[in-house]
């Protein structure tokens, strides 16, 4: 599955630029513009109402334009992907007698299965475009509901972030704000973008990518153990553990960060690891820092936010995952 997104999703990111475009626009108008009038209005947990509106261009690609207009598709990967991060929540105590033993006990018991319900929509609405997808309709279903989750989840989450941070930090605003003003001259009648002009958005990415850096998690990206290991200090790693990596150690270490403007946010490397490494690397982070690109690109033109406390706003601890502030956000129509 990750080799058929690069090669049939991933490659092609310009040619989902302006469907993507028009999917956040239509879902921003949506949920954010049509609830902001003459006056700010507050938005309260923004990671459940970014959820919504990066479902929109994700349902589009995952299963076309047609399906993907009915809002009981989006509601569903909006719901799921909410479902599902209760389970990451958990505490991971019970990891220490066996892996993943509290997931394994809520889902495979029936007690907490997210994808159930979700999986009989995805199906309906499959079903209706390739017969080929129909035969295989369960099997698949199952498949595209992980894959909703991975890309729908981190990208709100690193977009609700962003969002938080740039409404944290207003003196950064005017510039990113101006930055923007030039970007837009390139739009067309409609307001899309080249997909071009993503490239001269390195503010913008620049900013974004420091909000990624400063998530704020403690432990990240699982990683299987193969076989027996035992590190030179004596530590041993048992065949099928799981193993977290300790990624606030690397950025919270001030020698190896340093700020480069030229450095895309999709970029990985050894002091920048959100997205992974190696081969291992997520194949989806061009496509998911182009929607949060895109997304904070049309909110920085058209709004004038700031946090509900007057504040920074951090972020909320679960265990050694981090998640955005549920604090509110104040969000106004600019003047034109």
């Known amino acids: ?9 991933f490659c092609k990111l310009n040619f989902y630029s302006e469907r993507m475009q028009k999917c956040l626009h239509s879902a921003t108008q949506k949920y954010i513009d049509s609830n902001v009038h003459d006056d700010p209005k ?23 334009e047609e399906e993907s207009k009915n809002d009981e598709v989006v509601a569903t990967f909006a719901e799921f992907t909410s479902d599902l991060s209760a389970l990451i929540k958990i505490p991971p105590f019970l990891n220490f007698f066996y892996p993943g033993l509290l997931n394994r006990i809520l889902v495979s018991s029936g007690l907490y299965n997210p994808a159930i319900k979700h999986r009989n929509i995805l199906i309906k609405y499959i079903k209706n475009q390739v017969c080929k997808r129909l035969q ?28 938080m941070d740039l409404a944290s930090r207003p003196q950064y605003v005017q510039e990113l704000y101006e930055e923007q003003l030039e970007v837009h001259k390139e739009a067309d009648e409609n307001g899309v973008l080249p997909f071009e002009a993503l490239d001269n958005m390195k503010k913008l990415d620049s900013f974004i990518r420091e909000s990624l850096r400063l998530t704020g998690h403690i432990l990240a990206l699982d990683h299987s153990v193969l076989k027996d290991y035992t590190f030179s200090n004596g530590l041993q790693l048992p065949k099928d553990h799981t ?62 936010i700031c946090t509900k406390s007057g504040k920074i706003e951090g972020r909320r601890m679960y265990s050694p995952t981090a998640y955005p502030s549920s604090s509110g956000i104040i969000i106004e129509k600019r003047v034109k």
């Open 1 to 9: 599955m990750p080799k058929l997104l690069k090669e049939h999703i």
């Open 42 to 64: 507050v938005f309260d947990n923004m990671y459940f109402l970014i959820i919504k509106i990066i479902s929109t261009p994700v349902a589009n690609v995952f299963i076309g």
């Open 243 to 304: 193993v977290k990596i300790y990624v606030d150690d690397i950025y919270q270490d001030e020698l190896l960060q340093h700020v480069d403007t030229n450095v895309p946010a999709s970029k990985i490397g050894k002091n920048f690891m959100l997205f992974g490494g190696g081969k291992h690397a997520c194949p989806g982070r061009h496509f998911a820092i182009n929607e949060i690109n895109f997304f904070l690109y049309n909110i920085i033109l058209k709004y004038n």
């Open 136 to 163: 295989e309709k369960a099997k698949y279903a199952d498949k595209l509901l992980l894959f909703l989750f991975a890309s729908i989840h981190t990208t709100s989450n690193g977009c609700a972030n962003a969002l």
